[in-house]
C-alpha cells in the first residue's frame, strides 16, 4: 500500500464490532501523531530516504516559511506606522522583545538575547499551527524536537551565563551567601539537578501539550468511525477543540519562550 | 484493563486542583486591582504552565505504560 488507506480498507473488512474498530481507530490516531518516513497527504504520497522523517521536513517547511515571512513580506517603513502584515508581525516582535526578553533579562542583556526568544516564539508558533493545517505535521509534537529546543536553553544557562559572568560565579550561584554549610551540601546537588530538571519540564510540557492535544482531535472524529452516525455531535466537539489549539499553540509558544527567559535570567543575575 | 488509565484521572484530579486555586486567586487579585491585571495574568500563566507540565509529566507516562 502506497498511503494509509489501508487502515480504512481494514476497517471496512473489519467484523462489525465496535471493538474491533475502535482498535483500529487507535492504529489510525497513533500513525498520525507519530513520526513515520512518509510524508501522506490526499494530493502525494512521498517516501522518504532513511535519513530523512516527516518532522524533519516539517522543520524546514517552517524554517522556510519563517524567512519568507518575514525576508520577503515584511517592509521596513521608516518614519511612518507599519500596515498589513508588517504591523502584525511587528506587534508580536515588540511583544516578544519588551515583555519576555528585557523584562526578564534587563535592558542590556534583554536586547542582545532578543534574536534567540524571537527564534523560540516564532519557530515553535509555526510548528504548532502547521499542525493545525492541512498536509502538514506537527514537528512539536515529537520529543526529539522540542529537547533540541530545550538544550538551546540550557546551553545558554550554563555556557551562556558562564560567559556572561565568568565560571567562578556561575558556580558560586549554586551556594547563596548566608546558608550554614550542612545545609548546602544538600542544597548545591539540588540546584544542579533542577537546571536539568527545568529544561526536561520545557521539553516535556511543549511535546505533551502537543501531542495531547492533537491524540484529542483524531479520537473525536474517530468516535464517528466506531459508533457511526450516532456520534455526529463529536463532529462539533472536534471542531471546538481544534479551535482550541489554536489558542494553545500561541500560549505553548508564549509559555515555552517566558520559561526559558525565566530560566536564562535567573542565571545571568544570580543575586535576584 | 490497564491502571496507567486511573493514573491519568488522578493527575487530571491534582492539576485540576491547582490550576483552578490559581485561577481564583488571580481572579481575586484581579477584581481588587484591576490596574495591576494585565502582570497578574501573566504571572497565572506561567504557574499554570508550571503546574501543567507536571501533569503532562503524568499523562507521558501513562501513554508510555499504555
Redesign the interface.
Known amino acids: 500500500m502506497t498511503n494509509n488507506l489501508h487502515i480504512v480498507e481494514d476497517l471496512q473488512t473489519a467484523a462489525h464490532d465496535t471493538a474491533d474498530r475502535a482498535h483500529y481507530v487507535n492504529q489510525w490516531v497513533m500513525h498520525h501523531v507519530t513520526d513515520s518516513g512518509q510524508w501522506h497527504t490526499p494530493l502525494w504520497s512521498l517516501h522518504l530516504p532513511p535519513w530523512m522523517s516527516n518532522n524533519a521536513i516539517m522543520l524546514m517547511v517552517a524554517s522556510v516559511l519563517l524567512i519568507v515571512c518575514f525576508g520577503a513580506f515584511y517592509r521596513y517603513q521608516q518614519g511612518k506606522a507599519p500596515r498589513g502584515w508588517t504591523n502584525a508581525l511587528e506587534a508580536l516582535v515588540l511583544f516578544v522583545r519588551n515583555?519576555i526578553s528585557i523584562a526578564y533579562l534587563g535592558e542590556k542583556d534583554g536586547r542582545k538575547m532578543a534574536p534567540l526568544f524571537l527564534t523560540f516564539f516564532f519557530f515553535i508558533l509555526t510548528c504548532n499551527l502547521m499542525g493545525l493545517c492541512p498536509l502538514f505535521s506537527t514537528a512539536t509534537g515529537n520529543i526529539n524536537v522540542t529537547f533540541g529546543l530545550a538544550s538551546v536553553t540550557f546551553f545558554f544557562m550554563v555556557f551562556g551565563a558562564m560567559y556572561a559572568n565568568g565560571p567562578v560565579k556561575f558556580f558560586k550561584a549554586f551556594a547563596p551567601a548566608g546558608v550554614p554549610w550542612p545545609i548546602l551540601i544538600i542544597l548545591m546537588p539540588i540546584e544542579m539537578i533542577g537546571l536539568v530538571i527545568k529544561c526536561v519540564?520545557?521539553t516535556?510540557?511543549l511535546?505533551?501539550?502537543m501531542?495531547?492535544g492533537h491524540i484529542v482531535v483524531f479520537s473525536l472524529v474517530g468516535l464517528l468511525v466506531t459508533f457511526g452516525y450516532w456520534a455526529l455531535p463529536a463532529l462539533g466537539m472536534a471542531l471546538a477543540i481544534n479551535l482550541l489549539e489554536v489558542f494553545i499553540a500561541f500560549?505553548q509558544a508564549?509559555?515555552f519562550t517566558?520559561?526559558s527567559a525565566?530560566f536564562i535570567g535567573e542565571m545571568y543575575h544570580p543575586a535576584h | 484493563m490497564n491502571l496507567s488509565v486511573l493514573g491519568a484521572g488522578l493527575v487530571v484530579f491534582g492539576a485540576a486542583f491547582g490550576i483552578g486555586w490559581i485561577g481564583s486567586s488571580a481572579m481575586k487579585a484581579m477584581s481588587r486591582q484591576p490596574e495591576a491585571a494585565p502582570k497578574i495574568q501573566t504571572a497565572m500563566l506561567i504557574a499554570c504552565a508550571l503546574i501543567e507540565g507536571v501533569a503532562l509529566f503524568g499523562a507521558v507516562i501513562c501513554f508510555l505504560a499504555n
Open positions: 515583555d519540564a520545557l516535556i510540557r511535546f505533551a501539550n501531542l495531547a500560549l508564549y509559555v517566558v520559561l525565566m
